[in-house]
């Protein structure tokens, strides 16, 4: 991986996504990433995380992947349901920092039934088949190559397995975009400067979430990826979306992947 700016230079992301640029970003963030988030979102964060956890329905014996895990709070709440859970992320620094706080070092032993891995949305390290469910939350718009993503995420999935995404989105109200679009360009800046070490990277998601597609357009991307079932339910009045897919059960795995190697 290509060497990341000084831990004392803040580094920020642009809309091209160079993955060092991006994974540098985050891990200059991590330490205090958790409640910057619950700042800016004004709490919204964790009725997020609720929703997005009874949609996954962890149970004990399934194997879940939680990609762009961050430093683990979505994944504690899944291993918290009794299910093996791998905390993947992109970011180094993040995954340290989850280490740190869930890990088997942490506390009184970390959380047994969660481990930490350093992984590619687009390369994923894992082999076909292995998840009973994937899900990836306010990760995939910064991944460079979404599309092929979610193509990885479909390999590593059984037969019959499901998909969860939780990403920003557009809110279908004029009136009440308009208002959020005031909210992100005025006032989430000003607050990132108080709260967070590397404002410079809240710009960066402000541009990454005016930028990203609507509801319709992940969903056709999701289905043009090989899953079925696709739908998705708005939360916060379309803030953000939640989605949901199924991997066919008679999925030619093979296959995909030799596409997805192909594309990478």
Not at 111 to 138: H, K, W, Y
Request: charged share 25%; glycine share 8%.
């Amino acid at each position: 991986m290509a060497s990341h700016p000084s831990d004392h230079e803040p580094n920020r992301a642009d809309l091209h996504k160079d993955p060092s640029r991006v994974s540098g970003m985050f891990d200059q963030v991590a330490a205090g990433y958790d409640r910057t988030n619950t700042v800016l979102s004004m709490g919204n964060d964790r009725f997020w995380r609720a929703a997005t956890t009874r949609a996954v329905d962890p149970r004990r014996g399934q194997r879940i992947l939680d990609l762009a895990a961050g430093t683990g709070a979505s994944s504690v709440a899944l291993a918290g349901r009794g299910a093996e859970v791998v905390a993947a992320d992109f970011s180094p620094g993040m995954i340290a920092e989850g280490e740190r706080r869930h890990g088997r070092s942490a506390p009184g032993g970390g959380i047994r039934n969660l481990s930490f891995v350093q992984a590619d949305a687009t390369a994923l390290p894992f082999g076909d088949d292995e998840f009973d469910t994937v899900t990836m939350s306010f990760g995939l718009r910064n991944v460079n190559e979404p599309k092929q993503a979610l193509r990885e995420l479909l390999r590593v999935t059984k037969p019959g397995g499901r998909l969860v995404i939780c990403e920003f989105s557009q809110p279908p109200s004029k009136v009440f975009n308009g208002l959020y679009r005031f909210y992100n360009d005025r006032v989430l800046p000003v607050v990132a400067k108080s709260v967070s070490s590397n404002a410079e990277a809240y710009d960066y998601l402000n541009e990454s979430i005016r930028d990203w597609p609507d509801q319709r357009t992940l969903a056709a991307w999701i289905r043009e990826a090989g899953w079925t079932d696709v739908a998705h339910r708005n939360l916060s009045l379309g803030i953000v979306a939640l989605h949901r897919a199924t991997k066919p059960r008679d999925a030619a795995t093979k296959a995909a992947d030799g596409a997805g190697k192909a594309l990478a």
